[in-house]
């Protein structure tokens, strides 16, 4: 198959890519449009839960595809009532709206913080609006996720932001509570920061800040995009730290590849009137049969245990590799984890790890001194190994 680099310009720029074309995916592995096969430990940005088009979710889409496709958000589907079903059952939330990005659904979560400030202003009657987010932290792209995230140099982007995003910072308590005023609503944290480095937020800053908060009568959301779905080994990684978020967002996993998100709430908050939120594809059949039939293979005995053992093995193998190289360890929770290099050869690595024949190896760098994996939560220990394998011969052939 060939491709003229005149069609390829067709597409608007966003960001470099490098000159090959994918054309198909099968669990861990994608061919690109000259025949090669590559590991795939991005799998979408930890988007396909199960990997490249498993056949359950295949089955879900011509099956839903052959009854109804969308028959607009006004009306119910059945679909979208079962994945709804299973949310609430296995969570501690109550009402669900679905979206089609986690962008959407964290934009979703921040009105309804608002709305929810305005039914319950301050002692003097004023709206509460404001919401902390944290250093490094990633939200999304539209204008009110981008000013909610900590991302270096996305306060100037686009500016001005929209106002009402305090910064604190990860796993330090007392920067949360010196920007706590009569104007904040919420506190809104990723329990593992993704994008920014795979950094972890600890069981104890996750309780004490859900204390903090319900001292403040303050929301606490939680921002499951990367880390929902299985991916930490907990079905929801807020689960790893024993406590009760009132908002959560979901997205990337939970379509395992299609487009679907969603956001969550306790009844007591979920508080939106008629016309104030929506969206044209939102909750169609045919996402929501695909989430349903991700959701119900993660929910499988053994699952997520199986994702914990994988993690883990994965973790300890990471840390031969460093302590082999002289790297600074790794960090992570489940099958999202990263690799700390303590120098800045990232790019170089993915590049090369990229370029390998005849088989090729996509791996990700977020931050240039460090290396992040993102596996489907059904990869092997034989997969592990052998992109440990490959990866130990980059290594060897960029000098390190």
């Not at 910072?169 to 809104?188: C, G, H, P, Q, Y």
């Not at 929902?228 to 790893?240: I, K, M, N």
């Not at 199986?306 to 790297?327: N, P, R």
Request: net charge negative; charged share 25%.
């Amino acid at each position: 198959m060939e491709f003229k680099q005149s069609e390829v310009n067709k597409l608007m720029y966003v960001t470099n890519r490098p000159e090959l074309i994918f054309t198909e995916g099968s669990g861990m592995w994608m061919t690109d449009h000259t025949g090669k096969r590559y590991l795939d430990y991005l799998q979408g940005w930890a988007v396909n839960a199960l990997g490249h088009s498993p056949q359950c979710m295949v089955d879900a889409l011509t099956a839903q595809a052959k009854k109804l496709i969308n028959p607009s958000p006004a009306f119910y589907n059945a679909p979208s009532i079962e994945l709804a079903d299973l949310l609430t059952e296995n969570s501690v939330f109550d009402r669900v709206f679905f979206a089609n990005s986690g962008a959407e659904a964290n934009e979703g979560a921040i009105k309804l913080a608002r709305k929810w400030g305005k039914k319950n202003p301050d002692s003097e009657g004023q709206d509460r609006f404001e919401i902390i987010t944290f250093d490094h932290s990633f939200h999304g792209r539209t204008i009110a996720t981008m000013s909610a995230s900590g991302k270096p140099g996305w306060d100037t982007m686009f500016a001005p932001q929209v106002p009402g995003f305090k910064k604190a910072e990860l796993n330090d308590l007392t920067s949360v509570e010196r920007l706590i005023t009569k104007k904040t609503v919420a506190v809104m944290l990723e329990p593992v920061q993704g994008e920014g480095g795979v950094i972890p937020a600890t069981r104890e800053f996750m309780q004490g800040l859900r204390r903090l908060t319900k001292q403040a009568n303050l929301l606490l959301i939680v921002d499951e995009v990367q880390t929902g779905f299985g991916r930490t080994g907990e079905l929801f990684a807020y689960q790893l730290s024993d406590i009760e978020p009132d908002i959560m967002t979901l997205g990337k996993g939970i379509g395992g590849g299609v487009p679907l998100a969603a956001l969550l709430a306790r009844e007591e908050i979920a508080c939106f009137e008629a016309g104030e939120q929506g969206g044209t594809y939102n909750g169609n059949p045919l996402m929501t049969a695909v989430g349903a039939a991700v959701l119900k293979e993660l929910l499988k005995p053994g699952f997520l245990q199986s994702v914990k053992d994988q993690g883990q093995y994965l973790s300890s193998e990471l840390i031969k590799l460093s302590d082999k190289h002289g790297f600074e360890g790794e960090r992570g929770e489940g099958l999202l984890r990263a690799l700390k290099l303590g120098k800045d050869i990232g790019p170089q690595i993915v590049e090369a790890a990229r370029d390998l024949n005849p088989i090729g190896l996509l791996i990700n760098s977020p931050r240039p001194n460090l290396l992040r994996f993102m596996p489907s939560l059904n990869v092997s220990k034989d997969e592990i190994d052998q992109m440990l394998s490959m990866l130990s011969d980059v290594l060897k052939k960029i000098g390190h």
